[in-house]
């Protein structure tokens, strides 16, 4: 098949504008149209991204000061969770970016003997000596330069934003894409013409048949396309996320310094979860759940009892009145295959898992890019598309597997919904898949170093230390020798983590920095 020349891509947003960015800046002879509708708003409660998206726009060649400040983004470390493993237990965290392994055994990360050797070592302990940032993300401290000390931190990798999600898709639009060459339709698309290809034509409000070769569906939870027109087979991830509702609020900021933080903070509830998500203008809070196991109305009293807690930084018992509570419906699952004729589903249109990891807009530039590389060619056939299919699927099943290991490794019980979640297996073996992880470092495609620090802060150690005993009683892969060899090196990277914590105490706030350096005008 010939590659297509003309790309009609449904729907505005983060995920129609993202899009049309990444196409035109990679195929800029192509005819790109984004078909927005007037009358659709954006839905604004996605405004953490992963630290892929720097890499994401250092290649369209966006500047990164600029973007900032277009879209109220500050910069993100990682995130810190709350009573995800029990209640009122201590916090753990991940962290961005590449780890410093410098030292492992057999392809064996070598933290959980030193948790074996010493039992006592906290549970933060992983993320403070393999993560030199952790001291920037634990004092809520910004380093925006390479240095020794910090290796391997890169602030140019290492880094993801919050950020404004519907300001995304404006910047883009009016910035970017639209000054490029792609073309904006506002209308509404009242019907869909079929043909034995797939879509024939989308037909707008005003009677126009809006023709292409290949249709790009970004119509969100809608799924006009992808769904409604062709049909496609749904895979539902209810019985694994069941997050189906949220309530979302902004709020103001009290103490911006001190409660604009390098980090998104997810706080485990009764009945689900909550989010803190600072950008420079407000913070962004809400509450997923599922109906299954709350009536909304309780829910509700949820969130506004968690708006009124010190889990908002700064303390405000009356916050829940000051701010208007919205309401947002999800759909939990995806499209088992995100391509089908001549038709691409990107962003929500393709799948919506939960918002636990900030996986959304990922998933977006991250397929958006890969359509790129397959219209690169004069030519694609069926096997560019089955290739595609294979690689939406592997990415949204890891990041589901991924997502879920926050849950069932809880120990939580004070809840029918806890006692459903957190249940040990899933789908798949996943516990033995996990248990791989440790073994090996690697998860399929992607790192397995993010499993290893979830498995730290749920305390995993007390499913795997029974692993790690006979591993090393049989001395099949180590011996007393060899981890008694390690301790010097454990003792040196505990006084890194020390000598960071020191170092960083003269470094600016992220308040500070962005003040100074980003939003100083604003």
Known sequence: MKSPQNIVILGGGSAGWMTASTLIHDLPNKNITVVESPSIPNISVGESTTNEIMPWLYHLGIDI???????????????????????NDEPWYTVFGLADFQNTAMNLEDWKFKKFKYPETHHTNFTETHYPQFALFKDNKFLNEMNPDFFPYNPEKDVGLQLNAVKLGQYLADQYAIPRGVKRIYATVTSVKQNEDGVEALVLDDGTELTGDIFIDCSGFKSLLIGQTLDEEFISTKEELPHNRAFFTPVEYTDKELELQNFTHSIALKNGWAWNTPIWSRIGTGYAFSDQFVDEETALQ?????????????????????????????????YKRAWVKNVIAIGLSAAFLDPLEGAGLYFVHEMSSKIANTFYKDYYNGFDIQVFNRYWETQVTTTKDFIQIHFILSQRDDSQY???????????????????????????????????????GMQYDIIFQ???????????????????????????????????????????????YLKENIHEDL
């Not at 983004?73 to 995800?84: E, Q, R, Y």
């Not at 516990?431 to 290893?452: A, H, M, N």
């Not at 983590?497 to 003269?506: C, G, I, P, T």
């Open 466 to 512: 029974d692993y790690v005993e006979k591993l090393w009683l049989a001395q099949r892969v180590i011996n007393v020798d060899v981890v008694n060899d390690l301790v010097p090196y454990w003792e040196a990277k505990d006084k890194k983590a020390q000598n960071l914590k020191e170092f960083v105490k003269d470094l600016p706030t992220q308040y500070q």
């Open 302 to 334: 949820e969130f506004k009892d968690h708006l009124d807690s010190d889990k908002m930084v700064v303390y405000n018992p009356n916050r829940s009145k000051e701010v208007e509570i919205r309401k947002l419906f999800m759909r939990n699952g995806y």
């Open 418 to 456: 806890w006692l459903n979640v957190n249940k040990l297996g899933g789908p798949k073996n996943l516990i033995d898949q996990f248990k791989e992880v440790i073994r090996t470092g690697e998860w399929g495609d992607r790192s397995g170093v993010g499993y290893l620090s979830v498995g730290a």
């Open 65 to 87: 000061k600029d973007f900032m400040r277009g879209t109220e983004a500050i910069f993100k470390l990682g995130v810190k969770f709350s009573n995800f493993y029990r209640e």
